[in-house]
């Protein structure tokens, strides 16, 4: 395809939202030039545009108006900079000219000169060996991220921990698709019933910013998105858009070995009520190392007492309310960590279970129960 004679028109809003689906995985200041490019081709009555940072692969296209077919590539930040500050629902006239050096962009009164670059060392990451494919809805694979993508860690020694483990299993003798997150604190899994197709899926990490970016462009999905992959990347596909990732080459560990088995002492308590209390008498350790954001939790007959102490602030203690009749057991949570697990609770009802002062906690919404959290206890 000859680039020389690349001309098109094209709507700046519609523009302006496949660019931003596609501009976060590009990394400004990469060691090949080509990479802080995006790919523009106009063929055929679409504008594709593509990105990639050689982990994660982006497209989308819009409808344009192709007066010549073309590809070229350009700065993808300064691409989105110019789109962004175009009035609203505007023409945007993109024309390259005679040596295919500069791309001119021409709305209203506006012209810009954009630098280009040849795109045949863009790299890509094939698709044609992804032979598990099936279908989620988007809501489930929103409400999958979203409930676990809290407890990724960030530790880079650990990188087998760096992203989000789907794999397939079973709860009750049923076959389901799980999705876990643990960054050794604490953990977060989200079920669903395994989808038709992914029988023969084993498990894959996806990376944090696969994760993030995917969330991200899932707000404008209505619908299914299509997924397929293998044992070393993952495609995610929906309207024109398409998600095409490595995965972390590592294992994930046997998760279910921290999941405790016999946490006999089961609290209820409303759940606004626990994470504002946590909210307010940690208000005096704010300030203070993360290490040291222990907050204590004093359980007995039907009432939660919770405490913080700052040995340069004061300390803090607040009572809760909860339905509990067991002996009374004293546990130190990370404050953060038991906010965290609260927010991702959508029901009235959390839902705790524990042994002792010493074996981590088991947190459940009682509103869904494909919704499970474990967190460690801290010592105080």
């Known amino acids: 395809m000859h680039s020389i004679f690349m001309d098109f028109k094209v709507n700046s809003s519609d523009l302006l939202k496949a660019i931003s689906h596609i501009h976060g995985v590009v990394e400004i200041r990469h060691t090949l030039p080509i990479l802080s490019n995006m790919i523009i081709t106009a063929q055929n009555g679409n ?66 000169n954009l630098t280009t670059m040849k795109t045949d060392d863009f790299p890509t990451i094939a698709d044609s060996d992804l032979d598990t494919k ?31 483990f789907f794999h397939k299993t079973q709860k009750n003798s049923i076959e389901i698709l799980r999705a876990v997150a643990t960054d050794g604190h604490r953990l977060a899994q989200y079920d669903i019933p395994l989808p038709q197709g992914a029988e023969e899926m084993t498990g894959l990490i996806i990376p ?78 704010i300030s ?10 004093i359980i007995e007959s039907n009432k939660l007492i919770l405490s913080v102490e700052s040995l340069s602030k004061g300390s803090a203690i607040e009572e809760v309310d909860i339905n509990y009749s067991e002996e009374k057991v004293e546990i130190g949570f990370n404050s953060r960590y038991l906010v965290d697990i609260c927010n991702e609770i959508d029901g009235e009802e959390a839902i705790i279970h524990i042994l002792d002062s010493i ?6 919404d009682k509103s869904d129960e494909n919704l499970f959290f474990v967190l460690m206890p801290m010592r105080i």
């Open 47 to 112: 504008l594709k545009l593509c990105s990639t940072n050689l982990d994660i692969y982006c497209s989308d296209q819009v409808n344009a108006d192709i007066l010549s077919p073309g590809e070229i590539s350009v700065s993808a930040s300064t691409f989105h900079e110019i789109v962004k500050r175009l009035p609203s629902g505007s023409d945007l006239h993109a024309t390259l000219d005679e040596e295919g050096s500069s791309l001119i962009l021409k709305c209203g009164r506006s012209k810009f």
């Open 208 to 285: 944090k910013k696969t994760i993030l970016e995917l969330r991200r462009v899932l707000d404008d999905a209505n619908g299914d998105i299509n997924i397929s992959l293998n044992d070393s990347k993952i495609k995610f596909t929906f309207n024109e858009l398409t998600i095409i990732s490595k995965v972390i080459d590592g294992t994930f560990p046997d998760y279910t070995k921290v999941i405790p088995q016999n946490n006999d002492k089961v609290i209820a308590t409303n759940n606004d009520a626990l994470k504002a209390a946590i909210d307010r008498v940690s208000a005096v350790s």
């Open 288 to 297: 203070e190392e993360v290490k040291s954001k222990a907050i204590k939790l």
């Open 359 to 364: 074996s981590p906690a088991i947190i459940l």
């Open 134 to 164: 099936f279908v989620l809805s988007s809501t489930e694979l929103t409400r999958m991220i979203d409930k676990t993508k809290f407890a990724i860690s960030n530790e880079e020694t650990r990188y087998y921990l760096n992203g989000v």
